[in-house]
């Protein structure tokens, strides 16, 4: 059984092509991805590393790693999301990325221990067994590797900010993207990364300004939180 809902890879397959637009339903994700990619960089250190992006959709963060450096991977079940980020990376002529189909666990049987960074970003809280994605990016990371966590909080709060908010009132995102059952407390994340053998070393929260219309990286991971982890070398 392949670790996805096929209600949401049908989902943003069927946003797919406005992945790259700036001003489209993806506007958030370009305007987090400076924010999370100088965080990821600071302390992994891109440059020259072999990096996973698992749940790469249509390459936006997997094509920032590259262009600091990188050589990325970027992997989806998503194949029209893939296509668009291939797409991309040929008309920008963006240097050391490629795009597979194919899921987290079957790589990780494939090529274990073969990245020094894994990314998993906004996609735990969109499959039926989140910790199996966890373990298999534990799996794939070399002795002393980095991986990188973001999702969402499951409390009263988030589902104010992150459905009510996000969705409904500011229509930053289309209505029904999250489903409030789905959401992760950091301790549950923070149990399946013991699990894959991984050290949790840094987390930060992300926090949107409605009246500025910004993000910044903040130490409240009430809502939306990322999570570093090192696996010992």
């Known amino acids: 059984m392949i670790n996805a809902d096929p209600a949401e890879l049908a989902k943003f397959s069927e946003l797919a092509h406005r992945w ?21 960089d600071s302390l992994a250190a891109i440059d020259g590393k072999r990096i996973l992006d698992v749940g790469c ?24 999301a893939l296509k668009v980020a291939q797409l991309h990376a040929i008309e920008a ?15 990780a049987a494939e090529s274990p221990e073969a990245f020094g960074v894994v990314t998993c970003m906004e996609m735990l809280e ?25 999702t969402i909080n499951r409390n009263a709060k988030a589902f104010l900010f992150a459905i009510v908010g996000a969705e409904h009132v500011l229509e930053l995102l289309p209505k029904g993207t999250h489903e409030y059952g789905r959401f992760i407390r950091p301790s549950e994340l923070a149990g ?3 699990g894959a053998g991984l050290d ?24 939306n939180y990322l999570v570093a982890c090192r696996k010992p070398a």
Request: contains cysteine; glycine residues 8%.
């Open 93 to 107: 002529a963006t240097p050391r990325v490629e795009y597979r189909e194919v899921a987290v666990e079957s790589l």
């Open 192 to 194: 399946w990364c013991r």
């Open 57 to 80: 959709g249509g390459g936006i963060l997997a094509d920032s790693m590259a262009r600091r450096g990188a050589d990325v991977l970027g992997i989806d079940l998503a194949a029209k």
């Open 200 to 223: 949790a070393v840094a987390t930060r929260g992300m926090e949107y300004n409605p009246l500025t219309r910004r993000y910044r990286l903040s130490s409240d991971t009430s809502v």
């Open 20 to 40: 790259w637009d700036t001003e489209s339903d993806f506007r958030p994700l370009h305007e987090i991805n400076p924010l999370r990619l100088d965080w990821i």
């Open 126 to 150: 969109h499959v039926p067994d989140p910790g199996a994605i966890v373990a298999a990016c534990g799996q794939l990371l070399e002795p002393g590797g980095w991986a990188f966590f973001s």
